[in-house]
């Protein structure tokens, strides 16, 4: 099939304000962030709401450790980091391919992972002497501790990391970054829109659904609305959701007779490989509208997880998903 043009991304954005300016590069598709900005006196403080309710922090912090899942965040908005356990939401090990540039360059130590597959490292985050520390509800159990180490402040958000948006806006609260963090929401925006658009054009109003191989429980799938992928397809590109898909949740658990309520025109098949698996041989599965038409567009586990949750990944992963149902190839492909 003669592939489409589509339009390229940039998630490098420059921001000018009355008091400051930021300069982006991109360098093998990784965000590197030099700021000017005049900046408060270090041992300055502020007075910042969080999950937890009132805190005191540095204004201009400048050993900040963050175990929340927020380094694209920080990258964008200019704010330097030396721990980070920004790890894979597959294996809570690796770094994510389109952070380990930055990690690389500027020597991030890494602490643990952020969404709770593995453990943090208190020890090594206490021996990088802190004087901020950023967490999410996942490592609650660990709130005092860390808190004995540093001050330490907790994103507002739920155990699904549904709520991209609200940290990111957050987190420009705390920093004063307003300004940047709104110009990259529009940015993005605008970009989510073009591809909408030439989705639009290629496969009219057609339904979508996005399905995942549960790697846990064997014979059981994982049906995106609001989390991750189904964030993309449904709320970003605006794509139609088909007869099957939960409405106002991040998902669902299902067995493989579920799957015969859907009934989508596209179908988005996420498994550890890339491939169908036993799945190939389901009766149900087989007698899907977007599989007898050929148009299931599959993608690897550890690359959506790594990527559909934070805005840097989302935009390279929109783009992604987008390049796969207008060029009708896998997600995943290079």
Request: net charge negative.
């Amino acid at each position: 099939m003669k592939k489409k043009l589509i339009i390229p991304i940039c998630f490098i954005l420059a921001v000018f304000m009355s008091a400051c300016s930021t300069s982006s590069s991109e360098k093998n598709g990784q965000l590197t962030t030099q700021s000017t900005e005049v900046v408060s006196p270090v041992d300055t403080t502020i007075i910042v709401e969080d999950m937890k309710g009132t805190i005191e922090i540095p204004a201009n912090p400048q050993r900040v450790v963050d175990v929340s899942g927020s380094a694209d965040k920080l990258i964008i908005m200019g704010i330097p980091f030396i721990g980070s356990a920004n790890t894979s939401m597959y294996d809570g090990v690796t770094v994510p391919d389109y952070l380990q540039d930055y990690f690389s360059e500027n020597r991030v130590e890494v602490v643990g992972n952020y969404a709770g597959i593995m453990d943090l490292n208190l020890e090594k985050i206490a021996g990088l002497k802190p004087d901020l520390i950023i967490m999410n509800i996942r490592h609650e159990k660990v709130y005092e501790q860390l808190q004995g180490i540093a001050p330490t402040v907790m994103l507002d958000d739920d155990i699904n990391f549904v709520n991209w948006r609200g940290r990111f806006q957050q987190l420009g609260e705390w920093f004063g970054k307003e300004d940047i963090v709104s110009k990259w929401l529009e940015d993005y925006d605008a970009k989510a829109a073009a591809f909408a658009a030439q989705i639009k054009e290629a496969v009219g109003n057609e339904s979508f659904a996005v399905i995942e191989a549960n790697s846990v429980h064997f014979g059981s799938y994982y049906v995106y609305r609001t989390a991750g992928p189904g964030d993309l397809v449904f709320s970003e590109l605006k794509l139609k959701p088909s007869a099957g898909v939960p409405k106002d949740v991040w998902g669902e658990v299902v067995d493989a007779e579920y799957l015969s309520k859907i009934d989508a025109d596209h179908v988005f098949y996420f498994s550890d490989d890339g491939k169908l698996g036993d799945t190939a041989n389901n009766p149900i599965w087989q007698n899907l509208n977007a599989v007898q038409n050929g148009n299931v567009y599959y993608g690897l586990n550890n690359a959506q997880y790594n990527m559909s949750y934070t805005p840097s990944g989302k935009l390279l992963y929109m783009e992604k998903m987008a390049n796969a149902i207008i060029n009708h190839t896998n997600v995943d492909e290079e």
